[in-house]
């Protein structure tokens, strides 16, 4: 167990709906990062967290944004959701400080289904 | 060309052998590299990491990097039926924390 949570575990919308996904980070850790997996692919980066502001954003819509909350933890918002977004919803903490301290620990993930 | 170039599998060996996996980069500046094991339907589970050109080991796991060759390998000794599941590659370059994935090699161990 890498101490990273991950809520809800899975969820169903339709298409146009807007949905919310919510990670707890690490102890310790202050960077939280979201990645998107597609079936059968790797996980492409979505964008990253760092004191409360996006420290770096991946090849994603404005319709995808995030927070991140004083105590580190962070939400992943997608407003008029597509089918292409059915997939794995991953977070992953890690403690910014670079060399090798950049390590990130995934949680269990969030499987979100648009129908 | 893709960032991480992964050859997707799956790979067969049978139960003691040594699997090997292989991933390849584009981008010259990428500083850390990890292996992610990943069943199907979890999430990512970190093996390895490594940021030093050579090999580093960790019980049945050997990763070696080779920056010149943009290469970086993963070794599995003696493996196990439960070593069975999708291994992926990633690389970290830019100013933040960003993770670029390959596909992944689905390993398969047979008993």
């Known amino acids: 167990e890498t101490g990273v949570t991950q809520s809800p575990t899975h969820l169903i919308k339709t298409r146009g709906q807007q949905v919310t996904l919510r990670c707890s980070s690490q102890s310790g850790h202050n960077t939280v990062s979201w990645y998107q997996q597609a079936l059968g692919q790797g996980p492409q980066f979505i964008f990253q967290y760092y004191r409360e502001e996006e420290n770096g954003r991946g090849n994603f819509p404005p319709r995808f944004s995030g927070l991140q909350f004083p105590n580190y933890s962070s939400e992943l918002n997608v407003n008029a959701l597509e089918l292409d977004d059915s997939a794995l919803y991953l977070c992953a903490s890690s403690r910014a400080g670079g060399g090798e301290t950049d390590t990130q620990y995934f949680g269990p993930g969030t499987r979100l289904t648009v129908l | 060309q893709k960032e991480v170039e992964q050859n997707s599998g799956p790979l067969s060996v049978p139960e003691g052998a040594i699997a090997s996996l292989n991933c390849t980069y584009s981008d010259r500046v990428s500083q850390s590299f990890f292996w992610y094991r990943q069943y199907s339907g979890k999430s990512p589970e970190l093996i390895m990491s490594i940021y030093s050109n050579g090999d580093k080991e960790d019980g049945r796991f050997t990763a070696q990097l080779n920056k010149a060759s943009q290469y970086v390998s993963l070794l599995i000794r003696d493996s196990q039926p439960s070593d069975s599941a999708t291994y992926l590659c990633?690389?970290?370059?830019?100013?933040?924390?960003?993770?670029?994935f390959g596909t992944g090699t689905r390993l398969l161990v047979s008993p």
């Open positions: 990633a690389v970290n370059g830019g100013g933040f924390q960003k993770l670029v």
